[in-house]
Structures are given as structure tokens and as C-alpha cells.
């Protein structure tokens, strides 16, 4: 059978991106790709880096004022808001650019509308045109969820905040999780009234029980309003704007606006894929194999929309393989073990390998913890403490598990995954001469455990 193409791509963000170009670059394919929105999907146009930004722009009143600890004569003005997002919108659009020059100097076709699959080797945009293709890949990413809560229509959600005309005076933030606690942080630095209601006991669930109350604590001291076992129960515009906001906790309150980070899901409805055998989770996520393959064989997906693992280098490293596999005669799977991941809080959380919980459920363990105010911000006057904890085996000596809270978590843990991904022991990293005066240095010279299980 004679096909247009060797391969169709819905989705351009990065795990689709990375796949149609290395399919067509590198594999020789006849490649298209369809994205209804803006190239780049989630992580670049509505997640990590306009978010990483926020982070940035929040983070300069404490460096101001910890100017002053060091002898700078330095006061913040007011921060403002348009002229931030002006410019964010250009970074936006320059990225938007890189990840088009990108493609069709691979040789990729793209259509910027929407498309949807009619039968195993077929698509058709929304444009009305139809075409055939050997192959078809799923990108589709994720999209916010929102509870069906009377008055939800009133909720932002995410993907609205970049495009605030205006910063609110109060906020409420719905969720505990990393996307809940890293907005309430961006905005408390902005100057904006936070308050945050989770539904569990402790914010940021899955992450070290230890190293989430440590986070939890230092938000709270920075003036974010945490209710935790809080839910809403119904919310109604208040007359002078905003929403009126009921509560599980018995309260009842006035927010210049809510933000709804209760989850993302994955973004497969109305693809066209249930009549044609495609099978699906409880919670709407593609179903696939090792190689992303569907139970359709010419159908593969990848990405958020798989529900595997939710992080951009992972959905890179997915749309990689399957090209590699498909096209270029190189089998391979996107490895999920021992992937790493940040929190981009006040302090920043990382993390790789296991929890203490889930470690020592499985076997005994040691724990080696290190908590300190950090030079920086001790000599300024600040209170901030940070975390270091490492989890071993005690059969194996193995580093199971690293968790870090404080400035420049996130740099720090990709250093350890390699590490740790490598199998080395406490005693491989007893045996590395620590870097000094440094944070990092904590991670070997942590000596006696403080506890075992």
C-alpha cells in the first residue's frame, strides 16, 4: 500500500518535535506534523520555562534585601507586571521560532491546526484535508484538570496565569502539588496574598515525607496562608469582584482570584483513537509498550499523553527511541528508572531515586540527614535552613535515594543521578573529596546515619 507519508505527528510539543525531526533527519522519513496551538507544547509555551522565569522574577526581593545584609545600599520598586510579560511573550515566540526552524530544516511538513485519526493509516485536519501515513505518533500532551465544583467556571487554571492582564492583590491556589506550591511561591515574591488549601495531610505527595515538611515550613514562613485536609466546596463571583469561596475547613472567604493546580490528564479525548482499538487507562492516558507502540501497530504515543513519567526530558527521550526504533533500524526504550525531578519552591526540592518510606518497605536502610542555614543567606540574616538526606541500603551500600531542599536543588541533583544511576555506594561517596565552602559538600561528608529501618 502506497502511503503520503511514512509518519503523522499530533502534538508539537517536545516529545513530538523530537521524534518528527530525528524521524525525517536522521531516519529518511516523510514526515508532518500537526499542532493546533503554539509549537512547543506545554513545557515552552505554558509550563517549564515561562514558569522558570516567574521563579526568576519572584526570587529578586529576597536577593535585594539580602544585598543589604552584604553592605549594598539596594531597595526593590515596584515590580511590573506588563513589562515582565511583554517580555516573556517575545522569549515565547523566539523559542516558538527555534522549535520551527528546527523542524522544516529536517524536512518536516508542518499544518498549524488541529487533527484527529479516522482509521489506522489515516488523519485528517480540521482543514478538511486527509492524509495516509506508514505511521502514526500520538503527542498530545496533557491538559489542567478541574474538579466539577459549583462555580468552577470562575477557576484560572495554569495555562491562564502568563496571560494575566494584571497581577491579583489575593489569591487562592487549589492543590498541594509540585505545580500548586510552585505558583504560590512565584506569586508570594510578586507581592501577591497567597493562600493555598490542599485536600491531603502534606503538601507535594510522592516526594520524601521528610523533605515535603521541610519545604511546607519554609513557605509557611515566608507568609504563604497553607490549609491542608482543605477542599472547595462551592465558589460564586463576590459583588465587588473576585470569588466568594466556601470551604471543607468551615471557612468562607473573598479571593481576587483562584487558580485551580489540581493535577494535569492526559489529552486524548476526541482523537478519534476508541473505535479503532486503542486502549486507555483509568485516567484517560494512552496505553502503550516499551517502544510507545498502541495495541493498534501503526499507532504509537508518547509523552504526557501516555501518563508514564510527566517530565519534558522524558517525553524527549521517548520521541527519540521511537525514531531510533521505527526509522532508523535501531530498537531501543525510553529508559524510566531513576529519573530525576525538581520542584521549583522557595527553597527548591530535588530529588532521585527512592523515598525513605518507599525505601524501607522494600529493604533496611540507613538515613543520613544534614540540615543547616546556608552560608549565603545565614550572613544576611535570613532564617532559611536547608536539607540534605541520602538513603542507602544497608545489604547492597548502595545509594538508593537523594533528596535536597535549598538554593540550587535542582542543579545539585543532576549532578547525583548520574551517580546514582551509575550504582554508587555511600562509601563511593565517603571516598570524594567535598568541594568547600560549598552546599554540596554535605552530600560526602554526611559520615554516621541518624537513624536505620
Known amino acids: 500500500m502506497s502511503f503520503d507519508l511514512d509518519l503523522f505527528v499530533i502534538g508539537g510539543g517536545s516529545g513530538g518535535v523530537r521524534a518528527a525531526r530525528i524521524a525525517a533527519a536522521e531516519g529518511g522519513a516523510r514526515v508532518a506534523l500537526a499542532e493546533e496551538y503554539r509549537m512547543g507544547g506545554t513545557c515552552v509555551i505554558r509550563g517549564c520555562v515561562p514558569k522558570k ?24 520598586g515596584g515590580f511590573d507586571w506588563p513589562r515582565f510579560r511583554t517580555a516573556l511573550e517575545a522569549e515565547l515566540d523566539r523559542l516558538e521560532r527555534a522549535y520551527r526552524s528546527g523542524l522544516t530544516g529536517a524536512g518536516v511538513t508542518i499544518h498549524d491546526t488541529r487533527a484527529t485519526v479516522l482509521d489506522p ?51 487562592l491556589i487549589v492543590g498541594g502539588g509540585y505545580i500548586a506550591c ?29 523533605a ?7 513557605m509557611a514562613a515566608q507568609g504563604i496562608d497553607i490549609h491542608c485536609g482543605a477542599d472547595v466546596l462551592r465558589m460564586e463571583r463576590a459583588p465587588g469582584g473576585g470569588a466568594r469561596v466556601e470551604a471543607t475547613n468551615g471557612t468562607d472567604r473573598t479571593f ?20 479503532l482499538g486503542v486502549q486507555f487507562g483509568r485516567n484517560g492516558q494512552i496505553l502503550v509498550d516499551g517502544y510507545s507502540q498502541t495495541a493498534v501497530p501503526s499507532i504509537f504515543a508518547v509523552g504526557d499523553v ?25 530498537p531501543r526504550q525510553a529508559d524510566h528508572d531513576l529519573v530525576a525531578s525538581a520542584v521549583f519552591t522557595q527553597p527548591e526540592l530535588a530529588a532521585v531515586g527512592l523515598t525513605e518510606e518507599a525505601a524501607r518497605d522494600r529493604e533496611p536502610i540507613e538515613v543520613y540527614v544534614a540540615s543547616f542555614r546556608p552560608m549565603q543567606t545565614l550572613f544576611a540574616g535570613r532564617q532559611d535552613r536547608a536539607l540534605f538526606k541520602l538513603i542507602v541500603a544497608q545489604g547492597s551500600r548502595k545509594v538508593l535515594g537523594c533528596h535536597i531542599v535549598g538554593p540550587g536543588a535542582a542543579e545539585m541533583i ?15 561517596f565517603d571516598r570524594t573529596c567535598a568541594v568547600h565552602p560549598t552546599m554540596a559538600e554535605e552530600l560526602v561528608t554526611m559520615k554516621k546515619p541518624i537513624r536505620r529501618s
Open 53 to 76: 522565569l516567574m521563579v526568576y522574577a519572584s526570587a529578586f526581593p529576597g536577593q535585594i534585601a539580602d544585598a543589604r545584609g552584604y553592605g549594598w545600599d539596594a531597595a526593590a
Open 121 to 171: 493509516h489515516t488523519v485528517q485536519l480540521a482543514t478538511g484535508q486527509t492524509l495516509t501515513a506508514r505511521h502514526i505518533l500520538i503527542a498530545t500532551g496533557g491538559t489542567p484538570f478541574v474538579p466539577d465544583v459549583p462555580g468552577a467556571e470562575l477557576a484560572l487554571t495554569s495555562n491562564d496565569i502568563f496571560r494575566l492582564e494584571a497581577l491579583p492583590r489575593s489569591i
Open 182 to 210: 510552585e505558583f504560590a511561591c512565584i506569586l508570594n515574591g510578586l507581592g501577591v496574598q497567597v493562600t493555598q488549601y490542599y485536600r491531603g495531610a502534606q503538601i507535594l505527595r510522592g516526594f520524601d515525607d521528610e
Open 212 to 218: 515535603r515538611g521541610h519545604v511546607a515550613d519554609a
Open 256 to 275: 481576587d482570584a483562584v487558580l485551580y493546580a489540581t493535577g494535569r490528564r492526559p489529552n486524548s479525548a476526541g482523537l478519534g483513537l476508541e473505535p
Open 306 to 330: 501516555t501518563d508514564r513519567i510527566a517530565l519534558t526530558p522524558v517525553a524527549i527521550r521517548e520521541g527519540h527511541a521511537f525514531a531510533d526504533t521505527v526509522f532508523k533500524g535501531t
Open 414 to 428: 543532576q549532578m547525583v543521578a548520574i551517580a546514582i544511576k551509575m550504582g554508587a555506594t555511600k562509601e563511593d
